[in-house]
């Protein structure tokens, strides 16, 4: 069993330690739910943080597979990843395909139009000051990451929608939109890697059904709709992650049968190797 180094940082809802071997982080979801940069509107949700922890593994490790560098080593329980450590960029890239959130609410566009092509947007990672919008200018001026950066990060980004889109929708499910984050590696010859990190799962997706539209994703707390974990749980079924049965059955979590999921590892990551790069600065952004 491998054990957790000091803690080196607690977000909204995960908590970094050391890894056991150096370069490595040990990821811990919490089952803490938040919406809008608001403590006030925070809950603990049994079992949430380990849905998200198998919803992410399994897509960080299918990402992988078709070229998408990511942080993510394998799972080391139901509530812990082992993953890179890198130098994360302060910028969280949005990729939109129907207008919803604060898309329909700062143009005015009815929710649930579709896109006639997926639009990119740039939020800097700042709770203090609410994730504001950015643009490509702000982020060259500022420094928050070198023009072949951004590059590289828009690529990939718009390859992980084209996958998503087609996993999801196998599934029946439509990817809504989603927000990414990304950071800096460096290989043996120093050679640099932008990589994927953070996670992607329904706190970080707006997923709705494909025949009801129905919300799937955190949206069920922001707007309290109820549900959440009924809807996380239907879509960690529909991509074969868990029983359908599910680990909440008559209201309540079953952490006995949680317990028993199967590990999941990153095969190509695991054989990359890397050396975790010198920060020039600790982020304390959200996790």
Same mark, same amino acid.
């Given at each position: 069993?491998?054990?957790?180094?000091?803690?080196?940082?607690?977000?909204?809802?995960?908590?970094?330690?050391?890894?056991?071997?150096?370069?490595?982080?040990?990821?811990?979801?919490?089952?803490?739910?938040?919406?809008?940069?608001?403590?006030?509107?925070?809950?603990?949700?049994?079992?949430?943080? *380990?849905?998200?922890?198998? =919803?992410? +593994?399994?897509? @960080? /490790? &299918?990402?992988?597979? !078709?070229?998408?560098? %990511?942080?993510?080593?394998?799972?080391?329980?139901?509530?812990?990843?082992?993953?890179?450590?890198?130098?994360?960029?302060?910028?969280? *890239?949005?990729?939109?395909? =129907?207008? +919803?959130?604060? @898309? /329909? &609410?700062?143009?005015? !566009?009815?929710?649930? %139009?579709?896109?006639?092509?997926?639009?990119?947007?740039?939020?800097?990672?700042?709770?203090?000051?609410?994730?504001?919008?950015?643009?490509?200018?702000?982020?060259?001026?500022?420094?928050?990451?070198?023009?072949?950066?951004?590059?590289?990060?828009?690529?990939?980004?718009?390859?992980?929608?084209?996958?998503?889109?087609?996993?999801?929708?196998?599934?029946?499910?439509?990817?809504?939109?989603?927000?990414?984050?990304?950071?800096?590696?460096?290989?043996?010859?120093?050679?640099?890697?932008?990589?994927?990190?953070?996670?992607?799962?329904?706190?970080?997706?707006?997923?709705?059904?494909?025949?009801?539209?129905?919300?799937?994703?955190?949206?069920?707390?922001?707007?309290?709709?109820?549900?959440?974990?009924?809807?996380?749980?239907?879509?960690?079924?529909?991509?074969?992650?868990?029983?359908?049965?599910?680990?909440?059955?008559?209201?309540?979590?079953?952490?006995?049968?949680?317990?028993?999921?199967?590990?999941?590892?990153?095969?190509?990551?695991?054989?990359?190797?890397?050396?975790?790069?010198?920060?020039?600065?600790?982020?304390?952004?959200?996790?």
């Amino acid at each position: 069993m491998i054990k957790r180094g000091k803690p080196l940082h607690e977000g909204k809802t995960k908590i970094l330690y050391e890894g056991p071997e150096p370069g490595t982080i040990i990821q811990f979801y919490k089952d803490d739910t938040t919406a809008n940069n608001d403590p006030s509107l925070t809950k603990i949700i049994a079992g949430k943080g *380990i849905l998200n922890n198998r =919803i992410s +593994a399994h897509l @960080m /490790s &299918k990402l992988e597979q !078709i070229g998408i560098p %990511t942080h993510f080593i394998r799972s080391l329980n139901m509530r812990e990843q082992l993953v890179r450590k890198i130098e994360m960029l302060p910028i969280e *890239i949005v990729i939109r395909n =129907i207008a +919803a959130g604060s @898309m /329909s &609410k700062r143009l005015g !566009i009815k929710e649930g %139009t579709i896109l006639p092509r997926p639009v990119v947007e740039f939020y800097l990672k700042d709770d203090a000051l609410g994730d504001p919008i950015i643009s490509e200018d702000h982020i060259m001026v500022f420094g928050w990451a070198e023009p072949y950066e951004l590059d590289e990060m828009i690529a990939q980004a718009f390859r992980v929608n084209d996958y998503l889109n087609g996993m999801f929708e196998a599934i029946g499910i439509r990817l809504v939109d989603f927000k990414l984050e990304f950071g800096r590696m460096y290989g043996e010859n120093d050679e640099l890697y932008i990589v994927l990190a953070d996670e992607i799962s329904p706190d970080s997706c707006r997923l709705w059904d494909s025949k009801t539209d129905e919300k799937m994703d955190k949206d069920r707390f922001r707007l309290d709709l109820g549900g959440l974990m009924e809807s996380y749980q239907e879509i960690a079924v529909r991509l074969g992650l868990i029983p359908k049965e599910g680990i909440i059955q008559n209201g309540s979590f079953n952490e006995q049968l949680a317990d028993t999921l199967d590990e999941i590892e990153n095969e190509l990551a695991d054989r990359r190797k890397v050396r975790s790069i010198k920060p020039r600065g600790i982020y304390k952004g959200d996790l």
